[in-house]
Nanobody, 115 residues
Framework: QVQLVESGGGLVQPGGSLRLSCAAS????????MAWYRQAPGKQRELVAT???????NYADPVKGRFAISRDNAKNTVYLQMNSLKPEDTAVYYC?????????WGQGTQVTVSS
């Protein structure tokens, strides 16, 4: 398995920005399809954004045009740049990595959007 560690969460005002990072262990990061999910209190975990091993990206409708997922294979890290944040973006954000039978999750990082 691959170990994933998220960072970068925190409290931000509506309209603000945050950048989440997810660092992966090992030497297969470049092969992993990576994704960010989020889970708000009382709600199911939902997919936010994905990036394939070759850099193709996809976004959930609620975050299109505001969030950007990227990866740096040299640093074994995937990022989620979040702009124009809204209170409804408040959630625990989780990083996920998949390749063949590998399906790893990070521990999550809290993002709170509030004035």
């Amino acid at each position: 398995q691959v170990q994933l560690v998220e960072s970068g969460g925190g409290l931000v005002q509506p309209g603000g920005s945050l950048r989440l990072s997810c660092a992966a262990s090992g030497n297969i990061f470049r092969l992993l399809a990576m994704a960010w999910y989020r889970q708000a209190p009382g709600k199911q975990r939902e997919l936010v954004a994905t990036i394939t091993s070759d850099g193709s990206t996809n976004y959930a409708d609620p975050v299109k045009g505001r969030f950007a997922i990227s990866r740096d294979n040299a640093k074994n890290t995937v990022y989620l740049q979040m702009n124009s944040l809204k209170p409804e973006d408040t959630a625990v954000y989780y990083c996920n990595g998949q390749w063949l039978r590998i399906n790893s999750w990070g521990q999550g990082t809290q993002v709170t959007v509030s004035s």
